[in-house]
């Protein structure tokens, strides 16, 4: 791919965790702000996809980009907050998680990430990433975002928050995904 490939985030956070892994393609990376349109759905895939309908049929943006979606789910409350995780992070936050969780054994959760590209006269393909881990009794670390103090990913001894962006970066449901795109991205 040449040219320019833009982020939709409202978070510039999240170009740094991945930029290092989009560099290889080679491609001027750059972020539209996005604005915040509200949409009840059940998946992320669905999130994705009506937000890029969004973008592309009612804002007119006709450029190459990325947009993505993410969510904790957690085990034995069902998946939530899933796919509303930006709004419980803004209302309940981690503390609000921790209070729903007390008592219950079974801390196992998933990351998700789905990451929408479109590309203008070739649609959207879609690139998943996810990571296992566990949520924790009580927050630990001040780096990264969101729910990064109460998640622990499989294999590590820490949480997200404790892990510096180099550390975070080397496997996350968002590098997965990543991967994926660059890897798709490389073989055009
Ligand atoms: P987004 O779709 O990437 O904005 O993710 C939705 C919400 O999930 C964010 O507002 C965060 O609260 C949470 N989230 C997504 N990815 C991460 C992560 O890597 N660490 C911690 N929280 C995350």
Known sequence: MKGKLYLITGNPGKLKEIKNRLDVLNVELGTLQEEFVEVQADTLEE???FGIEHLVGEKGIDLPFIKADSGLFI???DGFPGV???YVQDTIGNDGILKLMEGLDDR???FKTVMGLHIPGEGVSLFRGEIRGEITLEKKGFFGFGYD???IPEGAEKTFAEMTIEEKNRDSHRIRATMKLVDHLSRE
């Open 108 to 110: 196992t959760a998933t």
């Open 75 to 77: 085990d034995s409350l």
């Open 84 to 86: 509303y995780s930006a």
């Open 149 to 151: 103090p109460v998640f």
């Open 47 to 49: 999130v994705v996809l």
